[in-house]
């Protein structure tokens, strides 16, 4: 006996799903009605949104304030092992871009806790 494949495979259906609504494995009736969706408790999306709004405040004052502070701007290590960075990162109009990228974040976690009161 030779171990050569088959040359001629069986057709293939285009869709993964089986034919014609025939489950393999299931007994014949009439399909099973699928549990409704369950609804997030009110509490919960108001704790995620507290918790998503706060740690962006956070995010946004450190990333606001971070340029301008000697103690981890002037002397970070990442800028004394790479003068060329430091250099680069001394300019005020790169500090005012990080200091901007802090207030946008500020912005979006006011938008949220705003639009999320509304509901």
Not at 23 to 28: E, R
Not at 39 to 50: C, N
Not at 58 to 79: C, E, H, K, M, R
């Amino acid at each position: 006996m030779s171990q050569q494949p088959e040359l001629i495979s069986p057709p293939l259906s285009a869709s993964p799903a089986p034919e014609s609504g025939v489950v393999p494995g299931a007994a014949p009736g009439p399909p099973a009605a699928s549990p409704p969706p369950q609804r997030i408790p009110r509490w919960l999306e108001r704790a995620e949104l507290f918790l998503r709004v706060l740690l962006r405040m956070y995010i946004g004052l450190a990333v606001f304030y971070a340029p301008w502070s000697s103690l981890f701007w002037d002397q970070n290590p990442l800028f004394v092992q790479y003068p060329t960075l430091s250099i680069f990162a001394a300019n005020g109009a790169v500090r005012g871009i990080v200091s901007g990228l802090g207030l946008l974040n500020l912005w979006i976690a006011f938008q949220e806790a705003i639009r999320f009161r509304g509901k």
